[in-house]
Structures are given as C-alpha cells and as structure tokens.
C-alpha cells in the first residue's frame, strides 16, 4: 500500500511540473498587455488567483492575481477580451495528503521498527539474539 500511495503521489508531482510551459508574468505586465492598444491578450481563464491566458501572437502566459480585484473583470470586458472561468483543479484533500504524506511515511516507518525491536522471536531484526542453551552434566 505504501508503494502504491508513493507512485500516485509521484505521478501528482511529475504532472503538476511538468504540465504546462506557459510564460510566467508579472500581474503588472499582465495588465499592460490588457490596456495596449490593440490589447495584447486575446482570451483568459481565471481560476481563483490563477490567471492563465492567450496572446495575441499566439504564446500562453500565466500570472497570480495578487489580491482581490473586481474592476479586473469591467476592463477585461471593455477590452473585449474572451473571459472563462474554471474550477479550482486541484482537490483540497489530495494537497493535504501530498504535503503531509513524507511526514507520515516516517512516522509509520520508525513506528514499524520500534514494533519490530520490541517484540521477540523470529521476527525480522531478531538475528542479533543468542540461541545458546546451558548443557548440564546428569
């Protein structure tokens, strides 16, 4: 089960770099490109603060909304920019899991050993223990 939570785990991360090679902007420059005339961006997708978008020559960009900002949306609108909207992609859960998951896979495995240490018998670390018997002349 371990291997299985490590490659799932692995997988989320190899995806989540290398998923998109969109240019990353300044939300200042991203703004500049909005009020240029002609506007520079073509279309954006907002996903809370995500905003990833289209130019007008074609290359991607994505930039983080910094804060709230409501007049965004009049501006992008006036500029007759495409908007859409997404939901966040990533579950709340799973980012949870994969940031405490190291944490976990140590604590369970240094609780594994110390069980293991305790117990006696022919268990894994037990190889260290003597078998010897005392031989008594009758």
Same mark, same amino acid.
Not at 25 to 53: C, H, M, N, W, Y
Not at 88 to 111: D, E
């Given at each position: 089960?371990?291997? +299985? +939570?490590? $490659? %799932?785990?692995?997988?989320?991360?190899? #995806?989540?770099?290398?998923?998109?090679?969109?240019? &990353?902007? $300044?939300?200042?420059?991203?703004?500049? &490109? %909005?009020?240029?005339? !002609?506007? *520079? %961006?073509?279309?954006?997708? /907002?996903?809370?603060?995500?905003?990833?978008?289209?130019?007008?020559? *074609?290359?991607? =960009?994505?930039?983080?909304? !910094?804060? &709230?900002y409501? &007049? +965004?949306?009049?501006?992008?609108?006036?500029?007759? /920019?495409? /908007?859409?909207?997404?939901?966040?992609? #990533?579950? !709340? @859960?799973?980012?949870?899991?994969?940031? @405490?998951?190291?944490?976990?896979? /140590?604590?369970? =495995?240094w609780?594994?050993?110390?069980? #293991?240490? #305790?117990?006696?018998?022919?268990?894994?670390?037990?190889?260290?223990?003597?078998? $010897?018997?005392? +031989?008594?002349?009758?």
């Amino acid at each position: 089960m371990a291997l +299985l +939570l490590t $490659a %799932v785990l692995l997988y989320q991360v190899v #995806q989540h770099t290398s998923g998109s090679k969109d240019e &990353e902007f $300044a939300f200042s420059k991203f703004l500049q &490109e %909005v009020q240029r005339e !002609p506007s *520079g %961006v073509k279309e954006v997708t /907002i996903s809370d603060s995500d905003i990833r978008g289209k130019l007008a020559n *074609g290359s991607t =960009f994505k930039t983080v909304l !910094p804060m &709230e900002y409501p &007049e +965004l949306i009049n501006i992008l609108r006036s500029k007759d /920019i495409i /908007i859409k909207g997404e939901h966040p992609t #990533q579950n !709340p @859960w799973l980012t949870a899991l994969m940031s @405490w998951a190291p944490f976990i896979f /140590i604590i369970g =495995f240094w609780i594994f050993f110390m069980r #293991q240490m #305790q117990s006696g018998g022919n268990k894994a670390l037990s190889f260290g223990k003597s078998c $010897a018997r005392l +031989l008594t002349a009758h």
